[in-house]
């Protein structure tokens, strides 16, 4: 198996990939291409398909079309016993009948080495169990047989790290801590990684370029920040933190486009737009809940000009510490979802109260009024969980429950391929 | 606030207190929590007691003298019998047959029946369900059953009874027990173990020789020893399909009849000791890895 150690470089390109098991399809035909040394997070709620593909990648899976590349080389139909491409498991699948030493040295003695004991102990020096060589898996806490699988993949030097879900079983002190700790190697070692995760802030807060999934599509790919601020579809605006969606009818197009909702008129950029928008037509205009400024009614006067503006009431608020999460019912929507500083709280800002919600018109996005608007909330989620997903499938953080300072703590580790 | 003791420390009720009135006084009392507090080890040992009792009457009657040819009185201690072992006729050949057979009827059930575990595990055929139930039915018929059926279809097959006939009879019903021991093992055995081991370059045989293979051991072995024990003691299928072919049991049987030499609370007693000596020493050696682990 020279090849393995020999080969150097190159980007993962999948192809028209694709995998059905009879009739459920777990991935529909899929073009990706991860650059070589990157960090990519293939993101989406359980059943989306991310592992499978992630299992397709590793050679676990063998994909019903389309091709794998490593570089130049087509490796759709090489074992992964033969790809130089590493795996950590969600369960982290530590060999229970060998110690922590013989674990990571597994990898090379199949490969015919024969001296471990240099690279094993660079290995766990790494990751900081040097003093633990000798013990077995179970006699370790999660957090050290999480730093295990990643030593036993790593010391591989394989040219592409997968990972699937490594952080979930963790709690999460313990995962804040690891994702640094993961991003901290992966830019040491320079090493391809491909995280799987259904934790937004996971992968925003680790991942260079995420994709993300669902139903067996990507919907949308690009930087964490790019994804924030310019979701293209439901999914995405709601699954990457919370959207306010409002359904709106295009009134003017142009460099600016103007539509009608609720009685009032709301402003946002051309480009911002999807490309078929036209007077008449529908479109649903979004809002980030951080960007929105909330003024009591009676000092709607003191609004500036220029800015997006629809009225409302309280309906509830929840102070979170940082920050005051208000949900308000108005004529342009209900359940419409503000966050606050808390630097200067305004008393006035009760539940019942008549409020003005105003924002930069630069903030707002528009989506194709097509879509289903409550795609990839919570609710969607868990109502979708017949589909593959096990119960308590409530993976993103919904548009009506969490936002920044919240975690889905325990949320579910089921696997999605069935 | 537990309200028991809102009443200030004195409370007569307060069970931390030992001269609360509400308990037997004095020794009786004593004796009293003491039996409640060890019921369960005092009942767990008249029950190893009940257990062990018939191996110790086998024990000691082997350093017996009997007068007669019956070994059912205690007369007077003897080592007659443990210097003679074999003193008996055709009871050490006996012996060596019922070991054979054992030995072989432990391999091929071992081997059969693990192979049979992963394949209901692991895969997905037709007749999978149906096997799966099948596989109980010699462990839920009568052995006397199924031992004449046995010879009523080796006595159509033409087939000579002897070894032959009792090693594959053997096989046969032992491989329900292996497969059951060896199949909880397997179906508590993370698939993502073995797609670690290909995931970090071990190939098919590899995976299975390296990881599959030692996680599944506990369970083999423990299959592997269940039919020992199950084909060495066998009396009833071996009698009826043994012809003229004489094992242990058969022999125990056999001079039961006529009387009962000592030797054979000998060989009963030493196979006892020899099993008691390999659990301790799996025991010792589970131990000390245990603690060399912990150390280390």
Redesign the interface.
């Known amino acids: 198996?020279t090849t393995?150690d020999t080969y150097t470089g190159g980007d993962v390109r999948l192809t028209g990939i694709s995998k059905s098991y009879g009739s459920f399809t777990a991935v529909q035909p899929l073009d990706l291409t991860v650059p070589q040394g990157s960090f990519f997070a293939l993101l989406g709620a359980s059943g989306c398909g991310k592992t499978t593909t992630l299992r397709m990648i590793?050679?676990?899976e063998d994909p019903t079309t389309g091709t794998v590349h490593l570089g130049d080389r087509d490796v759709t139909d090489l074992?992964?016993?033969?790809r130089p491409?590493?795996?950590v498991?969600?369960?982290y699948?530590?060999?229970?009948?060998l110690?922590i030493f013989e674990n990571i040295a597994?990898?090379l003695r199949?490969?015919g080495l024969k001296s471990v004991k240099k690279q094993v102990g660079e290995m766990l020096e790494l990751v900081q169990l040097g003093d633990k060589?000798?013990?077995?898996p179970h006699?370790l806490s999660g957090g050290q047989q999480q730093r295990v699988a990643v030593a036993?993949?790593l010391i591989?030097h394989p040219q592409v790290l997968l990972l699937d879900e490594p952080l979930g079983a963790l709690d999460l002190k313990l995962r804040r801590q690891m994702q640094l700790e993961l991003k901290r190697i992966q830019t040491e070692v320079g090493i391809t990684f491909v995280h799987v995760t259904h934790d937004q802030e996971e992968a925003m807060t680790m991942a260079d370029t995420v994709a993300v999934m669902n139903g067996g599509r990507v919907e949308q790919l690009g930087a964490p920040a790019e994804l924030y601020e310019h979701p293209r579809t439901t999914f995405v605006a709601n699954f990457l933190g919370t959207s306010n969606l409002i359904p709106a009818e295009v009134a003017g197009t142009g460099s600016e486009v103007v539509v009608t909702a609720g009685g009032g008129k709301l402003r946002l950029p051309g480009e911002r737009c999807p490309a078929g928008a036209r007077p008449g037509g529908r479109l649903l205009v979004g809002i980030r809940p951080e960007k929105i400024t909330l003024s009591h009614a009676d000092d709607a006067g003191a609004v500036p000009d220029g800015r997006n503006r629809i009225t409302g009431r309280i309906t509830d608020s929840s102070f979170i510490g940082v920050s005051t999460q208000y949900t308000v019912d108005g004529p342009a929507g209900t359940g419409l979802q503000v966050y606050e500083q808390n630097i200067e709280r305004d008393p006035r800002l009760v539940p019942g109260a008549e409020v003005v919600l105003h924002w930069n018109p630069a903030h707002t996005f528009g989506l194709d009024a097509d879509q289903d608007i409550a795609a990839g909330t919570e609710q969607e989620t868990a109502a979708g969980a017949g589909s593959g997903a096990g119960p308590g499938a409530a993976t993103g953080p919904g548009r009506n429950t969490a936002g920044p300072g919240q975690d889905i703590a325990g949320a579910e580790r089921a696997e999605d391929s069935p | 606030m537990n309200p028991r003791n809102a009443t200030g420390p004195k409370d007569p009720n307060d069970p931390k207190d030992p001269k609360s009135p509400g308990k037997p006084a004095g020794l009786l009392g004593a004796a009293v929590r003491r039996l409640r507090r060890d019921l369960v080890v005092l009942a767990g040992l008249l029950t190893l007691a009940y257990l062990i009792l018939p191996n110790v009457v086998v024990m000691v009657f082997s350093f017996n003298k009997p007068n007669g040819r019956f070994n059912y009185s205690w007369q007077r201690f003897s080592t007659d019998a443990w210097q003679d072992p074999c003193g008996v006729a055709d009871l050490c050949g006996s012996l060596g047959l019922s070991l054979q057979i054992a030995a072989w009827a432990t391999v091929g059930a071992t081997v059969l029946g693990t192979m049979i575990a992963f394949a209901l595990v692991r895969y997905r055929f037709r007749a999978r369900g149906a096997i799966n139930s099948l596989i109980f039915l010699p462990m839920a018929m009568p052995e006397v059953v199924m031992a004449a059926s046995l010879l009523t279809l080796f006595l159509n097959m033409g087939a000579r009874l002897g070894f032959w006939t009792v090693l594959i009879a053997h096989i046969m019903f032992c491989l329900s027990f292996v497969v059951t021991a060896v199949k909880a093992r397997v179906m508590s055995m993370d698939p993502r173990l073995e797609e670690a081991a290909r995931d970090l370059y071990a190939g098919p045989v590899q995976t299975f020789l390296r990881v599959t293979l030692p996680i599944a051991a506990p369970g083999i072995a423990a299959g592997a020893l269940l039919a020992f024990a199950l084909s060495f003691d066998d009396f009833i299928i071996t009698n009826f399909n043994a012809g003229s072919t004489v094992t242990f049991p058969m022999f125990v049987w056999g001079s039961a009849q006529r009387g009962t030499p000592v030797q054979i609370n000998v060989i009963g007693t030493a196979m006892f000791v020899l099993a008691v000596l390999v659990v301790v020493a799996g025991q010792l050696v589970a131990a000390r890895r245990k603690r060399t682990a912990a150390t280390r």
């Open positions: 198996m393995t590793a050679g676990l074992p992964p016993y033969k491409v590493n795996t498991f969600q369960s699948a530590l060999f229970p009948h110690d597994f990898g199949r490969r060589a000798r013990h077995r006699q036993r993949a591989n």
